[in-house]
């Protein structure tokens, strides 16, 4: 199915050869969602853009427009308003025969993309040997909703997972693990260091006290460098014993991700330098070797250079994310490539693109987005963090979510005077719990910065996932209660939109295409969040209004069939920002 804007802006597109000739098939016709409910649903500003270039007034555009028009199928008689808008309102029969098509489509009128492209998309990306924080639950959560949309859009997506598996602090853990757990590499079964986090910063301590053994980290990170065995397999342990943890959080989340970490691009450092400095782009300043930037200045209002081999001879991770572009671009084809990070590294990100435009690493026909996010802030409004001023650790952050939900289920259940089994309420409290972390991420324009408080992402009423999850299970309520099985309904009797909210809701639930479209293309989730909390709320609205179970045929069977297009596109929906639904909470 054509999204309903798109098939609108088809129609202007032949409306304006016919008016004023083949020079403007390519124009954007300006078509707009109305801006008030007032003036109808969509809204047509070419004319006012047109006059100029045409030198005639704009309602006189708009009124050859109009004449040269045919879309009397879609919309009622459209009309000018004030200096030259189109005004359209769609036909309740054109939005009856529009959602018959949604009833047999289980992809609720989202087509896949044609051509589709080949995508990468680099989030999560925690740190080897450090903690996952908040800002990688971020990335981890923001990241594998962009991947699920572009997927479902029958995108090729590469989900990767750059890892931060080099660098020199590896030289502190290795000669800190050979310190304090001497038996590590030669014990048959791979050791259990506990707390990797505990365990950096005990070599932190360390690295910082004691001069001998700063010495001995700094030829760790040679011998690692080199290749040496019992060094690698050092590094090796800690990244398996980081990995476990990861892939914790992973599962209770639900996310797929490939991991391929900044060691990976190692081999292909060197050859980086070699292609910069083919191009002439590379400058030694100090040892170090750099590339110029434009656009970048220090205070001094000096141009900055970006350093992609230090004078110790050591690369940084501007140099490997160069390496990861040319490999992206070259082995796997990718046409665009996204980087979920925190907004702090979107200079890393226009430094390290500039340069591979410079240096012909990314041809024209490759986009590369950096899909920065803001912090996650307490409740006082500062980062987030725990009593004692400790980062907060994810694991327990997500077990905390489950327990407040855990105890407002069985206030719920308490009240309802409601008997559950246990299961019932540990897999209810831990979907809703979960669900609410993530619902909260993504409802947020990620610029933002935003307040983390289970209380708020808990509540039933309100942009929340309780309240979608609710919304969708109330209307499978309607059908146990009715012993309707919405499969059954028939698409074949009419479909019947008389009252206002039922106009409106089907408007609403025609708006998916467009919504994932316009996901697709800026990468903002919250988008996809704010229309479903309007279709709950437009739902309800039509529930209220519209007796359901008790209207006579053939109306009830068109509001089942209503109800079943909610709960349907509810449950796409949320599955592609990561949630499953529940059929009863
Ligand atoms: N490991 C980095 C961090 O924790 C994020 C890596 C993002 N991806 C990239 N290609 N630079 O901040």
Redesign the pocket.
Request: aromatic share 16%.
């Given at each position: 199915m054509t999204a309903i804007i798109q098939q609108i802006k088809e129609r202007f597109s032949q409306s304006l050869v016919k008016s004023f000739g083949e020079n403007f098939a390519a124009t954007d016709p300006l078509i707009v969602a109305a801006s008030n409910p007032r003036f109808g649903d969509y809204q047509c500003n070419i004319s006012l853009s047109l006059a100029k270039e045409l030198k005639q007034k704009p309602r006189e555009v708009a009124a050859t427009l109009l004449k040269n028009l045919e879309i009397d199928d879609l919309c009622q008689p459209t009309e000018i308003a004030g200096p030259g808008f189109i005004n359209l309102t769609l036909k309740p029969s054109y939005l009856e025969t529009q959602l018959k098509d949604l009833i047999i489509d289980n992809r609720l009128g989202v087509a896949g993309a044609n051509p589709s492209q080949k995508i990468i998309v680099?989030?999560s990306?925690?740190?080897i040997a450090?903690e996952m924080h908040v800002?990688?639950l971020r990335?981890t959560i923001i990241g594998d909703c962009i991947a699920r949309i572009l997927e479902f859009r029958h995108h090729q997506v590469i989900r990767?997972n750059?890892?931060?598996d080099w660098g020199t602090q590896f030289g502190m853990l290795i000669t800190y693990l050979q310190e304090a757990y001497p038996s590590a590499l030669t014990q048959a079964d791979a050791l259990d260091l506990g707390d990797l986090v505990s365990f950096y910063k005990k070599a932190k301590i360390r690295f910082d006290e004691d001069e001998n053994f700063k010495e001995t980290a700094r030829q760790a990170v040679v011998k690692l460098q080199s290749g040496d065995p019992q060094s690698r397999q050092a590094w090796q342990l800690l990244c398996q014993q980081s990995r476990r943890e990861f892939q914790k959080i992973y599962d209770i989340l639900d996310i797929k991700l490939i991991e391929r970490g900044?060691s990976f691009y190692n081999p292909y450092l060197e050859a980086v330098i070699t292609e910069l400095d083919q191009q002439g782009l590379l400058t030694e300043d100090n040892g170090a070797l750099c590339v110029f930037l434009d656009g970048f200045t220090n205070k001094e209002g000096d141009p900055l250079p970006l350093i992609v081999k230090k004078s110790d001879g050591g690369y940084n991770?501007a140099t490997?994310?160069l390496a990861?572009i040319c490999y992206r671009v070259r082995q796997d084809k990718a046409e665009r490539i996204i980087?979920?990070?925190?907004a702090g590294?979107a200079n890393?990100?226009a430094q390290v693109f500039q340069v591979a435009k410079k240096a012909g690493f990314l041809p024209d026909n490759v986009a590369v987005v950096h899909v920065a996010f803001g912090l996650v802030l307490g409740e006082d409004g500062k980062k987030l963090k725990t009593r004692s001023g400790e980062t907060v650790r994810l694991q327990e952050l997500l077990d905390q979510a489950i327990a407040c939900s855990l105890a407002d289920l069985e206030k719920r259940l308490a009240s309802e005077e409601r008997e559950e089994t246990s299961d019932f309420i540990a897999k209810t409290a831990e979907t809703v719990g979960l669900s609410a972390v993530k619902y909260a991420d993504l409802s947020q324009n990620r610029n933002s910065n935003y307040v983390f408080s289970y209380d708020k992402m808990l509540n039933l009423q309100g942009n929340t996932a309780p309240y979608m999850l609710y919304a969708y299970a109330r209307v499978q309520s309607i059908s146990r209660e009715g012993g309707i099985n919405f499969q059954d309904l028939s698409a074949n009797s009419p479909l019947i939109l008389k009252d206002e909210s039922e106009l409106i809701l089907a408007k609403q639930l025609l708006q998916l295409p467009e919504v994932i479209r316009s996901v697709e293309e800026d990468l903002l989730p919250n988008r996809l969040c704010d229309y479903l909390y309007e279709l709950s709320k437009k739902y309800n609205r039509f529930y209220e209004n519209c007796p359901v179970l008790k209207a006579a045929e053939p109306i009830k069977n068109s509001r089942l069939v209503l109800c079943d297009l909610t709960a349907r596109t509810l449950k796409l929906g949320l599955s592609l920002l990561g949630i499953p639904v529940l059929e009863r909470m």
């Open positions: 680099d989030f990306s925690p740190n450090k800002g990688h990335s990767l750059h890892v931060g900044e991770y490997t994310d990861a980087y979920v990070t925190d590294q890393h990100f």
